[in-house]
């Protein structure tokens, strides 16, 4: 059973920071993109970042210079460095991969979401 397992957040302070880490496992072949969304209470889930497998980003205007994405293909690992935390980012975290390569065909999966709570 392929799946995504995420970890890292927390309770942090306003002007803190946290990482996000998010691993598949499973029998996988390949992934394409991985990105992390997020929701908040009340609103729609929103795209936070994203990267391709040859390491192309984009990121949320709300995020960009304070959010960085990265990932380890080796590990099926992506990554979210939150730096410069602010309340509004408050909000459950979701990793997804749109296209896992297994044997028995392309999937998308999403993580169980993490909490990330920023408040002082």
């Known amino acids: 059973q392929v799946q995504l397992v995420e970890s890292g957040g927390g309770l942090v302070q306003p002007g803190g920071s946290l990482r996000l880490s998010c691993a598949a496992s499973?029998?996988?072949?390949?992934?394409?993109?991985m990105g992390w969304y997020r929701q908040a209470p009340g609103k729609q889930r929103e795209l936070v970042a994203r990267?391709?497998?040859?390491?192309?980003?984009n990121y949320a205007d709300s995020v960009k210079g304070r959010f960085t994405i990265s990932r380890d293909n080796a590990k099926n690992t992506v990554y979210l460095q939150m730096n410069n935390l602010k309340p509004e980012d408050t909000a459950v975290y979701y990793c997804?991969?749109?296209?896992?390569?297994?044997?028995?065909?392309?999937?998308?999966?999403w993580g169980q979401g993490t909490l990330v709570t920023v408040s002082s």
């Open positions: 499973g029998s996988i072949f390949s992934i394409g993109v």
């Open positions: 990267i391709t497998s040859l390491g192309s980003t």
């Open positions: 997804n991969a749109p296209g896992v390569r297994t044997a028995t065909g392309f999937f998308e999966l």
